[in-house]
């Protein structure tokens, strides 16, 4: 299955290192908005600066934009946020990721056969860069809700 917003490109034209800036057209956020579960997605663009590395690996550093509309976990409204977001990632050839779980490496993207896709890895980026717990600005919780988890005396 192809994704919503796929930007294939292949590892013959990083060269010795490229800069890439992709966009997601309407259809394309409308698809995106509705896996990702918000009302709207009504902007996304994503700059990545690729690097090679080793074989089949390449580095990227990229800056994701985007305007989202969530919807209040209070209220229920639906408002409009701004996301903008560094990240790094490493694409690696499929079967070649790290065997080993570490939090402070950089994640790793495997792809098959000799093309990464630029799109998707700004959807991810995206889909990690959202707020689990959108709240509207000015909205505050009801009285008596905590949102600190009670202190447990043993």
Known sequence: MRPEFSRPLSLARIGAGQTVAIEATPAE???????????????????????????????????????????????????????????????????????TIDPDATDEVPYPGNTIDLGEAAAEQLALALDPYPRKPGVALPEGVETEPPDIQH
Not at 29 to 42: F, M, N, S, V, Y
Not at 47 to 67: D, M, N, T
């Open 29 to 99: 956020r409308t698809g995106l908005a509705k896996r990702l579960q918000i009302p709207e997605l009504p902007a996304l663009d994503c700059s990545f600066v690729l690097r090679p590395v080793a074989s089949g690996v390449v580095e990227a550093e990229g800056v994701l934009r985007a305007r989202v509309v969530q919807e209040c976990v209070v209220s229920l409204d639906p408002f409009e946020a701004t996301v903008e977001e560094r990240f790094a990632l490493r694409f690696v050839p499929e079967g070649r990721e790290s065997p």
